[in-house]
């Protein structure tokens, strides 16, 4: 589920070698903390997968950039099967840069395992897919 969980909580590197401080409230900077406000457009929780006999829902999830080009990723998930509810958390950190409005994440445990998306002030985008679909999960600060 790392591949889910990174492409989902990351779907972002250094920017500016300015060494003032930064205001992680700024929509100046992507530096700063930020929560899963939609998942494929709708507020949490919000199943990603959702079959018969099989359900998996994002609960929760931050994104936390810092001034120095590291990430940190949480995402609260609940899959259900029939007769069993499984809350679970899945962390991700590594590095991420900023070139533009695009921010490339690169999974720290696995740097082959990079994840890009789009940066606009407060909010952030990540789009992600799988062969089960595409996921677009977006962020704010």
């Known amino acids: 589920m790392l591949a889910i969980g990174f492409g989902l909580t990351l779907a972002i590197a250094a920017c500016g070698s300015d060494n003032s ?26 199943a ?29 998930y609940r899959q259900t099967i029939p007769d069993n509810v499984s809350n679970f958390l899945d962390t991700t950190f590594g590095t991420w840069v900023r070139s533009g409005d695009q921010i490339n994440l690169t999974n720290g445990q696995d740097p082959n395992e990079k994840v890009s998306g789009t940066w606009a002030g407060l909010q952030m985008t990540f789009i992600a897919t799988d062969s089960v679909g595409t996921t677009t999960t977006v962020y704010h600060k």
């Open 48 to 76: 990603i997968y959702d079959v018969p006999n099989f359900k998996y829902e994002v609960m929760s999830g931050t994104l936390q950039l810092t001034a120095d080009g590291k990430f940190f990723s949480a995402v609260r």
């Open 21 to 46: 401080p930064v205001d992680p409230t700024s929509p100046d900077t992507p530096v700063g903390s930020y929560s899963i406000s939609t998942v494929n457009g709708k507020a949490l929780p919000s």
